[in-house]
């Protein structure tokens, strides 16, 4: 099959080539994935588990991308729960193979059905953008009807679910990013808009929850704005200053088959969208991990076409 791969660490982004890899065996409660569509995460090329497994060895070559959407086309020993040819989405293991592949191993447990009237592209926008913001905005968070939140990186994969989920319990929703980000984030159910580049922080005043995407000097100039009681909730690093009478948490997104299902549900009757700025095919993976513009939402890897694509049906 056919893979992105990684295999030196100084290299960066341009360590990445598409490679040919033996075909992935599905260790115990597995399934094999015929990989239709993949996300990525830019930043994922610094992370630890790129490089080595769960117990400290290098694992290069690498394949990274951990969002995949796809069909099952094959089942480890005592797999339950999921069936050859059904349609799946969700997150890969950290530490494991990723899904910019043709094929890819996943545990059972970290995929959801998938619809058949949801596209493959929409559905890996979905698992590590929508899981965050959830995640970060009701089960660390706990946010409420009538409260307010600061949503960093508005226009970004988690910025643009997060402020339609905090939308639709009835939050007052602050959106913060550039200029170009406005429109969006706007039209998206954010009441307001903060320019990074031009407008003051300060001014937003006292908020109940911060989500913050991009840590540093925002992360910390953040922890003023939160009021007593208030939870700011950060995935980009551990803050180093507790808010005054609230709470900083930093949090690794989990897996969640449940939610996943939850969100996929909202996807159908039209209350999330997620945004996919680009669609690009697997040759062009790597030059897709290249931050030369910003664009909004996503940008997903199209590996295979949904129907006329001939797969194994079993893995031992």
Do not use: C
């Amino acid at each position: 099959m056919q893979a992105i791969t990684v295999r030196d660490r100084d290299a960066g982004v341009g360590g990445l080539t598409l490679t040919d890899l033996p075909y992935p065996h599905a260790a115990e409660n597995d399934v094999i994935v015929r990989v239709h569509a993949a996300g990525f995460t830019p930043g994922e090329l610094d992370w630890p588990a790129t490089w080595t497994d769960r117990a400290g060895r290098d694992r290069t070559p690498s394949v990274p991308g951990h969002e995949v959407s796809g069909v099952v086309v094959g089942l480890g020993y005592g797999t339950t729960g999921l069936t050859v040819g059904q349609r799946v989405f969700g997150l890969t293991d950290w530490a494991r193979d990723g899904s910019l592949a043709e094929y890819t191993a996943v545990e059972a447990r970290n995929l959801a059905p998938l619809a058949a009237d949801i596209d493959h592209t929409v559905a890996a926008a979905l698992p590590i953008s929508g899981l965050t913001a959830w995640q970060a905005l009701f089960d660390h968070a706990h946010l409420t009807t009538g409260q307010t939140v600061l949503i960093h990186g508005a226009a970004g994969g988690v910025g643009t679910i997060a402020i339609q989920l905090a939308r639709e319990v009835g939050a007052h929703v602050i959106g913060t990013g550039r200029a170009d980000d406005r429109d969006l984030a706007l039209s998206l159910g954010a009441r307001a808009f903060v320019d990074l580049d031009a407008d003051d922080l300060r001014d937003v005043g006292e908020v109940d929850v911060v989500l913050d995407v991009i840590g540093g000097e925002i992360l910390r100039r953040s922890t003023e704005l939160v009021r007593p009681g208030g939870t700011l909730v950060t995935i980009a690093m551990p803050p180093t200053v507790q808010p005054k009478g609230g709470r900083a948490i930093f949090f690794v997104v989990e897996p969640d088959r449940v939610r996943l299902a939850d969100l996929a549900d909202r996807v159908r009757a039209g209350r999330l969208k997620p945004i996919v700025s680009a669609v690009r095919p697997l040759s062009e993976a790597a030059s897709a991990f290249v931050r030369q513009r910003r664009t909004p939402g996503k940008t997903i890897i199209r590996v295979t076409q949904e129907q006329g694509m001939p797969h194994p049906t079993t893995e031992g």
